[in-house]
Structures are given as C-alpha cells and as structure tokens.
C-alpha cells in the first residue's frame, strides 16, 4: 500500500506560480503511475497531470503549457509546477497513485487509482 501526502497549495494572484509536491511511502514507488486530479466547488473531480514510472507526462488540455509534472524515483516525490496561474485553476488537488504503469488514456482515469492523498488547497485570486 502506499501512502501520499501533498504539500504546496495556497492563495496566488492570477499569473503567478506554484510548485505542489506529493511524497508517497509505502510500497515500490517506481512501479506506479502517479496522477494529479483537482475538485472545484460543485464540480467533477477533474484529471490533470499525470506521468509514469517512465517519466512520460499527460495532461489535461486547459493546462498544457502552464504546468509541469516531474517525479524523482530516489525521493518517492512527484511534483506539478504551476505557471501563469488563472481562478478557473482554484480547486483542491489531490495527488494519486495507480498500481500499474498507464499510458495516457488509461492515466486520465480517475478508477485507476487506489491510493489517494487527503489534496491540498489553491486558491487564485483575480
């Protein structure tokens, strides 16, 4: 079993940036797919980022451009970097981690994942 916890969130005006890390324990870390998801108010929980043990990255389409997944094996931490930051990104994002090595459609998929981290809070001011 793997255990996350996120770290990162906070209040940023629109245009800035902020860095979200996620250290996972537990199990193998480089065996898995490690996913971010965020939930706004009143809304779906969303895919946003997610990349392979591998290192290949995906990403939702409104954040292509502006955000940067990464992950460091040795560190079991996976991080997403958030650029030019706008209110439609406030959400608490959840990091995640999948038992198997995903390809990009099966990595958007909110099922595939069994271990979910408690999320941390952005909020974006206008």
């Known amino acids: 079993q793997v255990q996350l916890v996120e770290s990162g969130g906070g209040l940023v005006q629109a245009g800035g940036s902020l860095r979200l890390s996620c250290v996972a324990s537990?199990?193998?870390?480089?065996?898995?797919?490690m996913a971010w998801f965020r939930q706004a108010p009143r809304k779906e929980r969303e895919f946003v980022a997610a990349?392979?043990?591998?290192?290949?990255?995906y990403y939702v389409d409104s954040v292509k451009g502006r955000f940067t997944s990464s992950r460091d094996n040795a560190k079991t931490t996976v991080s997403l970097q958030m650029n030019s930051l706008t209110p439609e990104d406030t959400a608490r994002y959840y990091c995640?981690?999948?038992?198997?090595?995903?390809?990009?459609?099966?990595?958007?998929?909110?099922?595939?994942?069994?271990?979910w981290g408690q999320g941390t809070q952005v909020t974006v001011s206008s």
């Open positions: 995640a981690a999948a038992p198997m090595a995903y390809s990009s459609g099966s990595a958007s998929y909110s099922e595939n994942y069994n271990t």
């Open positions: 537990g199990r193998t870390f480089s065996l898995t797919t």
């Open positions: 990349i392979t043990w591998r290192g290949s990255t």
